[in-house]
Nanobody, 122 residues
Framework: QVQLVESGGGLVQAGGSLRLSCAAS????????MGWYRQAPGKQRELVATVTSDGNVNYADSVKGRFTASRDKSKNTVYLQMASLKPEDTAVYYC????????????????WGQGTQVTVSS
């Protein structure tokens, strides 16, 4: 079974930095896109950043210039370096692996991590 394990969330003051990590494991041949989404209380889950298998990175406008997403394909791991954090960045951050190919299984599948809380105090 594929699992995505996130780490690195926590409490930080406005203007501070945090680094999130997400490692995928459990019988994986390849992953098309890995990325981060977030969900604040009372709001829908939204895209933060995604990284494709060929290294293309897409950011939400709200985090451009402050967040940096990267990926280590050899480790099936994606990172999110967050800087200049704002209170409005407070949310549960979820890791996503999209287009996962597994050995001996037809098709491509998507998986989610359990989420990690990021709280930015003013």
């Amino acid at each position: 079974q594929v699992q995505l394990v996130e780490s690195g969330g926590g409490l930080v003051q406005a203007g501070g930095s945090l680094r999130l990590s997400c490692a995928a494991s459990g019988g994986i041949v390849s992953i098309n896109t890995m990325g981060w989404y977030r969900q604040a209380p009372g709001k829908q889950r939204e895209l933060v950043a995604t990284v494709t298998s060929d290294g293309n990175v897409n950011y939400a406008d709200s985090v451009k210039g402050r967040f940096t997403a990267s990926r280590d394909k050899s480790k099936n791991t994606v990172y999110l370096q967050m800087a200049s954090l704002k209170p409005e960045d407070t949310a549960v951050y979820y890791c996503n692996a999209a287009g996962v190919k597994r050995p001996f299984i037809v098709g491509w599948y998507d998986y989610w991590g359990q989420g990690t809380q990021v709280t930015v105090s003013s």
